[in-house]
């Protein structure tokens, strides 16, 4: 049974599942009676006939239609041009382009919280004003020329934020955090006039966390970012944190 309002498509797809599902029921319970039969009285696979008869029930289950995931646009052009006259007719576009993108989400696996990204909005208005033809990045492309885009990007904002650093001072903050596998990771992150950087990451799953490790730690942070531009330490309510964060404030004479 499925839901009265489920989309024609919808119920096709479901029905297909259900197929398959019973199929592979089946011939796993075939599977289990040959071989148990086999075993009883000692015959070969060759003799029982199996392999032609996986073969054919594999054939027969995957000539069942597939569930319709999402019209392919961007095949070619003759076809794209047919595909979005079709789609598109009834005037129901918005409908239509929030099932297309819901698609990726739903098949994907992405949280839906995700169209609330900047990102994700910039992308969909990018490609509205961009027009028809242009050709989506490969993975490649996305790995490799945009992610090396968007590091050196990210490293200019940085650098632009550590003037900032020296004009107005700024705040280390620190926070620990241990996860289910006992990986713990203590984050390190600067703060200047109204902007927080996050300065790194130190993984000390292999370290006994003491005031001792984590003055360490903060001392080499403080180094980095310029003891003559930091203000304060801000750190989590861990005891070794507070002591260690305690005496360097009084050590470089901070807030």
């Known amino acids: 049974m499925y ?27 075939q599977y ?41 646009l961007y095949k070619s052009s003759a076809a794209k041009q047919k595909n979005i006259k079709d789609i598109f007719k009834g005037g129901a ?20 919280a995700k169209t609330k990204s900047h990102h994700f909005k910039n992308m969909i208005i990018g490609a509205q004003q961009a027009g028809m033809g242009i050709e989506p990045p490969s993975p490649f492309d996305i790995k490799n020329k945009y992610l090396e ?22 705040t280390i903050m620190s926070d620990g955090w241990t996860g289910p596998t006992k990986l713990s990771i203590i984050n390190f992150m600067v703060y200047s006039k109204g902007s927080t950087v996050f300065l790194k990451s130190v993984d000390a799953s292999n370290y006994i966390k003491d005031h001792k490790y984590i ?19 801000v750190t989590d309510n861990g005891s070794a944190f507070m002591k260690a964060g305690k005496q360097l404030m009084k050590k470089y004479n901070l807030y």
């Open 32 to 72: 289990e009676n040959i071989v148990g039969s086999k075993r009883k009285t000692g015959e070969s696979s060759q003799s029982t006939g199996l392999p032609s008869m996986m073969r054919k029930s594999h054939s027969m289950r995957h000539s069942q239609q597939s569930p319709p995931i999402a019209p392919s």
């Open 149 to 170: 885009m968007e590091y050196r990007e990210m490293e200019a904002y940085v650098n632009q934020q550590r003037e900032k650093w020296k004009t107005y001072g700024c």
């Open 3 to 29: 839901p009265a309002d489920m989309h024609p498509n919808e119920r096709d797809a479901y029905r297909s599942a259900v197929r398959a599902s019973k199929a592979s029921e089946w011939e796993r319970e």
């Open 93 to 112: 576009i918005k409908e239509t382009m929030g099932r297309l993108i819901s698609k990726f989400f739903i098949y994907e696996s992405v949280a839906p």
């Open 215 to 233: 003055y360490d730690l903060l001392k080499t942070v403080i180094k980095e970012v310029g003891k003559e531009n930091v203000v304060q330490i």
